[in-house]
């Protein structure tokens, strides 16, 4: 299409063929004949002092209420002076800024509301690329569980029909030139959702200067640790609480409906309203709600069946023979001491042990770990489904390659620009040299703090060793015949304290070092930082078990030619085998996780909010009592912004993230020990999500809404969990449980297993007997300490065993992996559509194309250069130009 010189320039474009028909429009804006016989909705207070404009986002500071002890600091100079230039900033932005008062005894709260007309809302729309509704769908999200059900003519008993489902749309990268092609776009109060506002709002306030940039002095981040504000957040819409009348459901805010159907423990049995969660959090908390409740629904098959596998023991307590030998051998095994100082024991003395191993130790063990390994392969294909279609239900599918824009904080901080390959427009840059430097000091750190685990770990051991020791010498014979038991047990619980403090401590330092590695994408950043902590997890959480399950017992020696480390005799595996010590350390330190999380996130959050809220009261008792006001007089109602200010500031969702990965870990890696870890995952998994529930709608401040396309790089790790599960419970089975052993016996021996026990007993070596009583110690060896051939037959079976165990999973888990498609067909058959109405619409812009897409050899160019001040939002007096005076840019994002 031709266009005139000096014409005002115009896309007459078609965006998506479809009808004006009343019913389609967006948002609040519904049919008039529903408004009026919708229920009314409480008036919103959460506007400015016009009672139109609304109040998008709040920044609070607090100061003496007697100027002359903030003019004692200097520092308190500066934070004056920043945080008047950042306001001021911010007016010349086009905000609409008003101030507020609280006053307190000594201090005096002030908040600024921050409002974005209608013209900086479009500005930035545009710019951070926001997605706004083309047209309605008519498509719920329906489980699988209730399809099953539907097709049986039957209501699934976890369904609920929650109020006010928020509507789908086919969706579009928002436009100026195209505004009047959008659903709602007449109404401009209610155009843009609220958590778009806060979206727009927050990268004002993100990427806005306040001193030298190239001192890092940009955006509320950097202010908030500098302390000039004390907090800066979205404001909730309204209160949680139900009105005390009753009212109807479909006039309950969006907040209320989150607690009425979704916080409340009543709710435990039912689904997550994940398209309400997502309209009022954002896609990045829906999708972790998604998966927490994916993955907490895939808990109750591994559940049955871990537990099934226990009871399986208890039968073979009562008929299992070599326990019957244990329990009837009398004083006629007698073993050597466990220890330098220790005595002989007879090893009847260990029957009930021996017994409670068996819940542990038994064949189904072996169907277990090859459940559970397939099943977290099965897990993750269909939640990678799952996840394509939210993200394509939730206009995220391509936000990671196209849409997602580089970070406010690296925006201001980048020493460089150059073209972006992918959209073609120009963004800041950090060169990939320095990158990789800051990097590889980041990867020091972390095997610095490795190490740091590995000193804790050699520590704890001795610990064991010596407190044994110790407890032997007290003279306490009821004391001294539990000692191997009370020393593995305080060593578990203070490893699980080492972990705990260690932890907090890596990661702090995990913030710094990414942060000062300048990633580009909010994902990338997140990404480089989860997998520094998670490395660093991995190996201070597992490092007891693995050692446990694989080295402990392993390097002992035998009676005369025991091997020490630091003049302390090597740990042997206790009475009862190395396999029921790894079972109470997963329990101690598994469950023991999950009760000091559930404790902490239940009564602390509650703690704390009861704090803030004394600490912040409105006005003291003497204060109302100088100002004459009336005993009988009511108190006055508390705005919004600071009653939100009394809530706590939202962590995000990393600890809860590695909270559950951890989880997966354990349930998985090593099942073969526990098969009750998932019956104990489940359950913690049903309480953590109304906990996490009643945290996000009731205790924390609102945080800014974010996109996500999927979990990020915590599927990637979870994907290499589950190759890790494999290996481990293939050498669990092979080397650490009897499974091996008692089945060679059965096939070369006798199959009863009459005689196991002194099959796997040697005696000492004939010098040993000499200068000490004859006893007996697990092992196979001869008079003179030597190996025996079976030794050296079951260490080929058992490495036989590993190998074939992890290739026949592994290629079943690869069939698993090509049958299921990662994106169901009717979601393909959607993006086929949409890709075809779009190929549609732009049809009419081919005369256009050329100008509209940059030249391919400028966007593979590599040019870089040096950056100059950019000023990010209009820096002027007045507000920014109206839409109309906004010049259009090339369409490089392809958007409709």
């Known amino acids: 299409m031709m266009r005139r010189r000096g014409e005002p320039m115009e896309d007459s474009s078609t965006l998506i063929t479809m009808d004006a028909r009343q019913e389609d429009n967006y948002g609040s804006i519904a049919m008039e004949t529903a408004v009026s016989d919708a229920p009314a909705k409480p008036q919103d207070r959460n506007v400015l002092s016009d009672g139109s404009s609304q109040v998008d986002f709040v920044l609070v500071w607090e100061e003496p209420m007697c100027l002359q002890d903030e003019e004692i600091s200097g520092v308190s100079q500066d934070r004056r002076k920043w945080r008047e230039k950042f306001l001021n900033k911010l007016k010349h932005s086009g905000l609409l800024l008003e101030q507020r008062e609280v006053l307190q005894t000594k201090t005096r709260i ?23 509704p083309l ?24 369904s609920q029909d929650v109020p006010n489902p928020p509507p789908d749309y086919y969706t579009c990268q928002f436009r100026t030139n195209k505004l009047e092609r959008f659903l709602g776009s007449e109404d401009q109060t209610n155009f843009f959702k609220m958590t778009q506002r806060h979206q727009v709002l927050y990268e004002i306030l993100a990427r ?25 957040y979205p404001l909730h819409e309204g209160d949680f609480k139900v009105p005390d009348p009753t009212v109807p459901p479909q006039s309950l805010s969006l907040r209320q409906t989150l607690y009425t159907y979704w916080a409340k423990w009543c709710c435990w049995k039912r689904y997550q309203p994940l398209d309400h969660i997502r309209a009022y959090f954002g896609e990045k908390i829906a999708l972790y709600f998604a998966w927490l409740g994916f993955y907490t629904g895939w808990l109750v098959p591994a559940s049955v069946v871990g537990t099934l596998i226990f009871f399986v023991g208890f039968w073979l307590m009562a008929t299992d023979v070599p326990a019957r030998e244990v329990c009837d051998s009398s004083n006629n095994l007698v073993m050597c001491p466990l220890c330098n100082i220790c005595s002989y024991w007879n090893y009847s003395s260990i029957c009930v042990t021996y017994k409670v ?68 427009a120009e963004e800041p840059y950090f060169p990939e040299n320095k990158r990789f430097s800051r990097t590889l000091t980041g990867c020091m750190a972390i095997l610095i703090m490795m190490i740091v685990v590995m000193m804790f770990l050699i520590a704890i051991i001795l610990y064991r060793s010596i407190l044994r020791i110790i407890i032997y010498r007290s003279g306490n014979k009821f004391v001294s015949l539990s000692a191997a038991r ?8 203070l490893n699980l304290l080492v972990i705990l403090m260690l932890s907090r401590v890596y990661t702090s330092l995990a913030h710094t070092l990414t942060r000062w590695e300048m990633h580009r994408t909010q994902t990338k950043y997140e990404d480089m930082f989860i997998l520094k902590v998670f490395i660093f997890q991995f190996v201070n959480f597992y490092s007891s078990p693995v050692y446990i399950a694989f080295f402990k017992g392993r390097f002992v020696g035998y009676p005369g030619h025991y091997n020490t480390l630091f003049g ?69 109602e508390v705005s919004p912004w600071e009653a939100d200010y009394q809530l706590l500031v939202c962590e995000g969702l990393f600890s809860e993230y590695l909270e559950m990965v951890l989880q997966f870990g354990f349930i998985t890696i090593f099942v073969a020990a526990c098969p009750l870890a998932p019956l104990f995952a489940l359950i913690n998994n049903w309480v953590e999500i109304r906990l996490d529930a009643q945290k996000f709608v009731t205790e924390y401040r609102r945080p800014v809404a974010e996109r996500a396309q999927d979990i990020g790089i915590w599927f990637s790790i979870l994907h290499c969990i589950a190759h890790i599960a494999v290996l481990s419970n293939a050498f669990l089975i092979a080397f650490t449980s009897s499974f091996v052993p008692r089945l060679y016996y059965r096939y070369i021996k006798d199959s009863t297993l009459t005689g196991y026990i002194n099959f796997t007993l040697a005696t000492s070596p004939s010098n040993y007997s000499q200068q000490h009583m004859p006893c007996r110690y697990l092992g196979f060896r001869d008079h003179e300490g ?13 490495l036989t065993f590993v190998i074939v165990f992890e290739h026949v999973v592994f290629f079943i888990g690869r069939l698993i992996d090509l049958t299921v498609p990662d994106i169901p067909e009717e979601v393909e058959v959607k993006i086929k559509r949409e890709h075809y109405m779009a190929k549609e619409a732009l049809a009419e812009n081919q005369a256009l194309g050329k100008s509209m897409i940059p030249n391919e050899t400028d966007v593979q160019s590599k040019d870089l250069r040096q950056r100059t001040p950019r000023a990010s939002p209009p820096q002027s007096d007045s507000p920014p130009p109206n839409l109309k005076g906004i010049p259009e840019e090339p369409d490089t994002h392809g958007s409709c």
């Not at 908040?111 to 500005?123: G, H, I, R, T």
């Not at 009370?486 to 619980?493: E, K, M, P, R, Y």
């Not at 912040?616 to 007089?633: F, N, Q, V, Y």
């Not at 030597?786 to 058992?798: F, K, Q």
């Open 786 to 798: 030597e190996h025996l051939p079976e030794y050296y037959h079951l260490l080929a079976i058992r």
């Open 135 to 158: 047209q309605v769908v008519t498509a719920p999200i329906v489980n699988w569980s209730e399809q099953v059900l539907s097709r049986l003519s039957l209501r699934s008993p976890l």
């Open 357 to 424: 191993g068996l819940l542990f130790d038994n064949a189904g063990t072996v169907f277990l770990s090859v459940f559970m390994s397939l099943w977290a392969v099965t897990f993750l294909e269909y939640w990678k489904r799952t996840c394509s279609t939210l993200a394509h239900r939730w206009d995220c599918s391509q936000f990671e390659d196209i849409e997602e824009r580089p970070r406010p904080e690296f925006t201001a901080m980048a020493p460089m620009t150059t073209r972006n390959p992918v959209t073609g």
């Open 568 to 636: 302390v005799r090597n740990e042997d595996c206790g009475a009862g085998g190395c396999l029921i010590e790894l079972a109470q350390e997963l329990l101690v330190i598994m469950v023991g996780k999950q009760l000091i999380n559930n404790i902490q996130e239940f009564i602390y959050p509650k703690l704390r909010t009861w704090w803030q809220k004394k600490k912040l009261r409105r006005r003291p008792k003497e204060m109302k009592e100088e100002s004459g006001e009336a005993k009988g007089e009511e108190p006055e």
């Open 486 to 493: 009370i020393a593995s047990l305080s060593g578990s619980v």
């Open 208 to 232: 806005t200067p306040y001193g030298l940039v190239k001192q890092g002095e940009v955006g509320i981040d950097r202010l908030l640790n500098e302390q000039v504000f004390t907090a800066a």
């Open 110 to 132: 002030c908040f600024v509301l921050l409002s974005a007309p209608w013209s900086v809302l479009c500005y930035y729309a545009e710019e951070i690329i926001l997605r706004v």
